[in-house]
């Protein structure tokens, strides 16, 4: 496939990553946690909501109200906007956009920022109702939400490969120790095998710790260009190329791949990279076995063997150790609604420029960061992915 100029990205950067931390439960609004994000990326930066002309968000609790709604509370005259509802794929399908904006002078800096709330009550009606297909063809055969879907992935992987619960629980267990140095983990006890093994039964073969925990909160960052982030005086990654792709799989029924394969060479080809180059791997983990596809569809390894070189804070490839999932994900933070697509892009911002929250990896200067989102009854739908590099690098 021949290289695309639109993966590369010139002169765009990252900067001034936050994670507002996660509640298990709130009355607060999402806009609420949204605008704690927007406060706390622009004091970051050092400049005040005026300077910042450009707004990306994602939310599926922000509604009734929308973007443009959130302008006029949060007192912001923009040049640019973006909403996206895409799930976990969100983060980087925004990032990606708001660097094309930045790029063709649309604007010049641009918040991104992901957040929900979580109330019990509300969320049963907003899963019942998340889509067309999800209450014409899911609900009235008495299944709905994620977990299902995921659960009948995790064992055709399980039966194609002959991948035990115990491998699953290997990465939980890796990414739970992660969390353990996170400051904002939600989670902060050791999770052993005997746990994992033992965990309250969801839906087979997946247990409590294969599910990701619903919570409140927000993640966000801006995007500009690099000069800009030096006039300000901020430490900047430097996003160096990026990719998406939809429906990639449209004729096949609940496939083992979702897209990233029509793209990944040519993702790091495009800036003269290979896989030897990562250091650090960000995989939207919603599920384990979604870390363990991304992983091999991205080509770290072959099929139906991610299991076999998990190893310390990642994995191991060619005899090198790539950190993977730093803050422990959302198996190990929680998943706070579409902020859960931010996190990863997020965690690695703050890893590039030493700016971790208790949790910083040494000797870490590229990362390949992932992202999943909207799956239907057999197969998911969007996914993207992104890499950077620390400034100087």
Request: aromatic content about 8%; charged content about 20%.
């Amino acid at each position: 496939m021949p290289t695309r100029g639109s993966r590369i990205h010139k002169g765009v950067v990252l900067a001034s990553p936050v994670s507002i931390p996660y509640q298990r439960s709130s009355q607060n609004p999402a806009s609420y946690y949204l605008g704690q994000a927007l406060r706390d990326i622009l004091s970051g930066a050092g400049i005040d909501r005026h300077k910042c002309d450009g707004l990306m968000v994602s939310s599926y609790s922000l509604a009734p109200d929308n973007i443009i709604s959130l302008a006029q509370i949060f007192d912001l005259s923009l040049d640019w906007l973006e909403q996206i509802q895409l799930g976990g794929a969100s983060g980087l399908l925004g990032v990606r956009r708001a660097a094309r904006a930045v790029e063709n002078g649309d604007a010049d800096i641009i918040a991104c920022i992901g957040g929900d709330t979580y109330n019990p009550a509300i969320f049963s009606s907003l899963l019942a109702n998340f889509s067309g297909f999800t209450t014409d063809a899911v609900m009235p055969y008495g299944s709905g939400g994620a977990t299902l879907p995921f659960a009948m992935l995790t064992q055709q992987y399980m039966n194609d490969f002959g991948i035990a619960r115990e491998d699953f629980g290997r990465l939980c267990i890796l990414q739970r120790e992660n969390a353990l140095r996170y400051k904002q983990s939600m989670f902060q006890k050791s999770l052993t095998i005997d746990d994992y093994l033992a965990a309250r039964p969801i839906a087979e073969p997946l247990g409590l710790f294969d599910c990701v925990m619903p919570c409140a909160g927000a993640e966000g960052l801006l995007v500009m260009r690099d000069h800009v982030a030096e006039e300000l005086g901020i430490p900047y990654v430097v996003l160096k190329s990026s990719a998406e792709k939809h429906n990639s799989l449209n004729t096949m029924k609940s496939p083992l791949r979702f897209g990233w394969g029509d793209f990944i060479d040519d993702l790091f080809q495009s800036v003269g990279m290979d896989r030897s180059d990562i250091n650090l791997v960000q995989a939207y983990d919603d599920y384990p076995v979604m870390v363990f596809l991304q992983l091999e569809e991205l080509g770290f390894f072959d099929e139906g063997t991610a299991s076999k070189h998990l190893s310390g804070r990642g994995f191991l490839r060619n005899g090198k150790e790539v950190s993977l999932n730093s803050s422990g994900g959302q198996l190990s933070s929680g998943q706070a609604g579409f902020a859960g697509g931010f996190m990863g892009v997020v965690e690695a911002v703050r890893q590039l420029t030493d700016t971790a929250l208790g949790n910083q990896l040494q000797s870490v200067d590229r990362a390949l960061v992932s992202g999943f989102g909207m799956i239907n009854y057999d197969k998911g739908l969007c996914t993207t992915a992104a890499i950077l590099e620390r400034c100087g690098a």
